[in-house]
């Protein structure tokens, strides 16, 4: 990178909006000075377009569906020329099925090759010619400085399909930060003030050389905060190649804020105040939420009506069963929940209760056999002592989900999980959980 940019974008104030603009500069003299200094900053504006124009053929939309019943959209980057894309995992998996939206208009099959959910960060591949990928860049060793700018690109508009990827620019906050209440998920991320919508999810974060040096993941409302996977985090020791054979494929056992996409409108405004999540209706059940989710593509993940028990046994993958002692020793376990620590307006309502929220009940996991509802609480794990008494292990009450994540991760298929749940304004109850695995 040209130094004097370097050192520009460390120094300058600037404004930046959804569309490629860059805001006047405050010249507090006429001078030759102030003209090098404006001459500089024109330099950096059409330093933005032309890295914006190199990453557009790099940067696909990403349409999710299960059974033919599209389920999410998000972005994702295009890292060789063999077709290997990086993008979230909570982009991919909600479905099954997959098309990638070239920027020229091609559409293409996608084919899932790794998932890691734990990290939220997934790789697709698809079978095309002429594909562009992008450079892989580095964050650490002070590539990356707090104050320096950076791209993001992806399709926010979702459904709408934007003819071509949109583009935000912002500064860096933080390069190994972390996202409050979601550590497990994201143990290292780079903290921008970039705008991001849920659409953006899976877009590649570029530095000025083009560099792609992070996966757009999440956003804080609040704080107006951006966080992006480091590719640091993805690209260490031999991550990638195993993506690439597909080698990577862990899923959910519980989890921090990702979940899916369809939990986005949830996450976007999960820091406002409780009448304006009332209006949104949570999981897009508000008659606010119902517009924006027909508008960006988001549809409740509700459980549906119940079930006869063994009809939903039927459909579930793991087949609850007796494990053998080689099963239990090779294979992973698997709660099926997805779950957040309550954010800090919700700690500070006068209306709070301790406890992490349940934001999805996965229909394929051994949860969805329990009484277990998305927006319970778990506020405890809970085991039986040797004087017959049930108590509360570790944290009580929980506040972060790693509780339960280092807890089920201790665990083997066919081990109880015994959960303290709390239902709205009733007394907690026990919950018992056989853990399955996924095939």
């Not at 990403?62 to 033919?68: P, V």
């Not at 709408?160 to 998920?185: E, I, K, L, T, Y």
């Not at 996450?267 to 119902?290: I, K, Q, V, Y």
């Amino acid at each position: 990178m040209n130094q004097a940019l370097a050192a520009l974008t460390r120094e300058l104030s600037v404004c930046l909006g959804l569309s490629l603009c860059l805001a006047p500069f405050a010249i507090a003299e006429e001078s030759s000075g102030s003209n090098h200094r404006l001459e500089e900053a024109l330099e950096l504006q059409d330093k933005f377009a032309e890295v914006y124009e190199a990453a557009l053929p790099k940067t696909v939309l990403i349409k999710t569906y299960d059974n033919g019943t599209l389920k999410a959209t998000g972005s994702g980057a295009i890292i060789d020329a063999t077709g290997n894309i990086l993008t979230c995992a909570h982009v991919v998996e909600p479905g099954n099925g997959y098309e990638v939206i070239l920027s020229d208009q091609r559409v293409l099959p996608g084919k899932l090759l790794s998932s890691n959910p734990g990290g939220d960060y997934a790789m697709l591949k698809i079978d095309a010619p002429r594909l562009s990928p992008f450079t892989l860049g580095r964050s650490g060793d002070g590539n990356i400085q707090p104050g320096d700018f950076v791209i993001a690109l992806g399709h926010p508009m979702k459904p709408n399909n934007d003819a071509q990827p949109a583009m935000c620019v912002g500064v860096v906050r933080d390069v190994n930060g972390r996202v409050p209440g979601a550590s497990a998920a994201y143990p290292s991320v780079i903290v921008t003030d970039v705008p991001l919508f849920s659409g953006n999810s899976g877009g590649p974060l570029v530095n000025l050389d083009g560099e792609l040096i992070g996966i757009n993941a999440a956003i804080r409302t609040d704080r107006l905060e951006s966080f992006s996977i480091c590719l640091d985090e993805i690209n260490n020791g031999n991550t990638l190649q195993l993506m690439r054979r597909g080698e990577i494929r862990e899923e959910w056992l519980s989890g921090g804020t990702t979940g899916s996409e369809m939990n986005s409108l949830e996450r976007f405004f999960s820091d406002f105040s409780d009448g304006t999540r009332n209006l949104f209706g949570g999981l897009s059940e508000g008659p606010l939420g119902r517009f924006f989710s027909e508008l960006f593509g988001s549809t409740p993940n509700e459980a549906g009506p119940q079930q006869n028990l063994e009809q939903r046994r039927e459909r579930l993958p793991f087949r609850p069963r007796d494990y053998t002692a080689e099963e239990r020793a090779t294979l992973k376990p698997y709660l099926g929940l997805t779950i957040r620590a309550q954010t800090q307006v919700e700690r500070s309502s006068r209306n709070y209760r301790p406890g992490l929220i349940v934001v999805e009940v996965r229909s394929d996991g051994p949860a969805s056999l329990s009484e277990v509802k998305q927006g319970d609480f778990i506020t405890g794990i809970m085991e039986l002592g040797a004087d017959g008494r049930w108590t509360n292990v570790g944290a009580t009450p929980l506040t972060e989900p790693t509780g339960v994540i280092d807890y089920v991760t201790a665990r083997k298929p066919g081990d109880a999980v015994h959960l303290e749940v709390r239902s709205g304004e009733n007394d907690p109850r026990r919950v018992t959980i056989v853990l399955g695995h996924r095939q």
